[in-house]
């Protein structure tokens, strides 16, 4: 069936696995945001753009070499020689994209760590202009009012400092939710730069998640000041079967091939389950072209899976407001502030959709809102109106150890659906698709 939970044959653990939740989502403390230092990540993005120039001199050192080498120089000396400097000139290309992205991703946490310590640093100093105190838990401490309780005077002042610790915690909310925000996006993309150590070739799969660090790096700027509606890609897929018609096909596959696209009979979907079988019927076509998926369906068949984007949202919105408050608090006038949740894992299963199940299996999906801060009458709180829409991203490959009974065929196994992309016969696609458009009042 498509990607399922597990560890992959190279290693990797697909979506839904403990080893596959994001690390860095945890929250931060006023006295971490204080210590925090966005020039010790310059100075190491720095260091990393050294190493990125000098990959970059050694792949042309090596590029250079191997140029000179292609003529004049045969036997089996030269054949190996020429494999090793391209495999040398792959592993320099990678380095080379890879540490000018940890550069970009630094340079980004930077940026988006002055702006929450900003942030916080306005909070400390309008609390302080009117006695308040931030305190460590992100509270604010008032001062005894002197006075009777009844006293018209003590009463407007209490009132007055109650409004100003509002606009005090909208502060700090917004500096520590956004600093938390950097740290995960930030620290997640430097996980998936780590993972290049790997990577000892740039074959497509590579050539592929080295371009998607690069471009995520180069939109991270965007990503933290919400202003470009980027989604950042998820964690890599898995390598799937391997390389595309690079086996020859026996009898056995085209007769599987035949028997899976004679109506897809010889799957176990039940009637009705025509998003496994239009999902199957297009691996079969060969075509490897992207397929959309609909994502509204998939909310409405999947409960998990509405309640997980909700959950996600609702745990999300109360920063996000936050930070376009005080955005809007800042300037003035109105604020449109784009966000996202981040890639999130989720999986349909049998016992909720055995039609997504079959057509998917596991999946990311993001849900990226739009927090708009309009001004009313005057005096009056400003409207915050949230428009949000969900994505959805999956790659269609097989897993491994899984096997069914197919009419005409017997026992047919995963492994054995895989070679049919191996032979040609077939062809893994990435799928996707987008929720509505949806809006709230906050």
């Known amino acids: 069936m498509p990607t399922d939970n597990g560890p992959d044959p190279d290693g990797r653990f697909r979506p839904g696995t403990e080893d596959h939740e994001r690390r860095f989502d945890t929250p931060v403390t006023v006295p971490q945001l204080r210590e925090a230092d966005p020039a010790a990540l ?27 080498l292609q003529e004049g120089w045969s036997g089996e000396a030269a054949q190996l020689g020429r494999r090793t400097l391209a495999d040398l000139i792959d592993e320099l290309s990678v380095a080379e994209q890879e540490t000018e992205a940890a550069k970009l991703t630094l340079d980004s ?13 306005e909070a400390d100093d309008l609390a302080k202009a009117n006695g308040l105190t931030v305190q460590d838990d992100g509270g604010v401490r008032f001062p005894s009012v002197p006075g009777q309780h009844n006293d018209p005077d003590a009463q407007a002042e209490s009132r007055r ?60 700027g965007k990503v933290f000041g919400g202003s470009g509606g ?17 086996e020859e096909p026996n009898d056995r596959d085209r007769k599987l091939a035949n028997t899976l696209g004679a109506g897809i009979v010889g799957m176990p979907f039940k009637a009705g389950d025509v998003n496994a079988s239009a999902n199957m019927a297009h691996y079969l076509s060969g075509s490897g072209e992207p397929l959309g998926l609909d994502v509204e369906d998939m909310l ?25 408050l005080a955005e809007y608090n800042r300037t003035g006038k109105p604020v449109a502030l784009v966000k996202d949740t981040g890639w999130q894992p989720m999986s349909a299963t049998e016992g909720s959709s055995s ?88």
Not at 42 to 68: C, G, N, P, Q
Not at 179 to 205: C, P, Q
Not at 390 to 399: E, L, Q
């Open 42 to 68: 310059r100075r190491a993005a720095e260091e990393w753009a050294k190493i990125s120039t000098a990959a970059a001199e050694a792949r042309f050192d090596a590029t250079d070499v191997l140029s000179t």
């Open 230 to 246: 980027v989604l950042l890609p998820p964690d890599p897929y898995d390598r799937g079967a391997g390389v595309f018609d690079s």
């Open 109 to 121: 946490a930077a940026d988006g760590l002055t702006l929450a310590r900003r942030w916080l640093a």
């Open 300 to 324: 409405k068949d999947i409960p998990d899976f509405q309640e997980s984007v909700n959950t996600t949202l609702d745990g999300n919105l109360p920063g996000w407001q936050a930070q376009a």
């Open 161 to 220: 400092l109650a409004g100003v610790a509002g606009d005090v915690r909208n502060l700090v909310t917004a500096a520590l939710t956004y600093a938390a925000d950097v740290s995960d996006t930030a620290g997640n993309e430097l996980d998936r730069i780590k993972a290049s150590v790997d990577y000892d070739r740039l074959d497509a799969w590579t050539e592929r998640v080295v371009g998607e660090d690069l471009a995520g790096a180069r939109d991270l």
């Open 355 to 442: 039609d997504w199940y079959y057509a998917v299996g596991s999946f990311h999906y993001n849900t990226q809102a739009k927090i708009e801060v309009r001004p009313t009458a005057p005096g009056a709180p400003p409207e915050v109106t949230v428009t949000y829409q969900t994505h959805v991203r999956d790659r269609y490959n097989w897993d491994h150890g899984k096997q069914t009974y197919v009419p005409g065929m017997g026992i047919v196994t995963d492994q054995d659906i895989q070679r049919l992309h191996r032979t040609g016969l077939a062809q893994e696609f990435d799928m996707g698709g987008n929720s509505d458009m949806r809006t709230r009042k906050v």
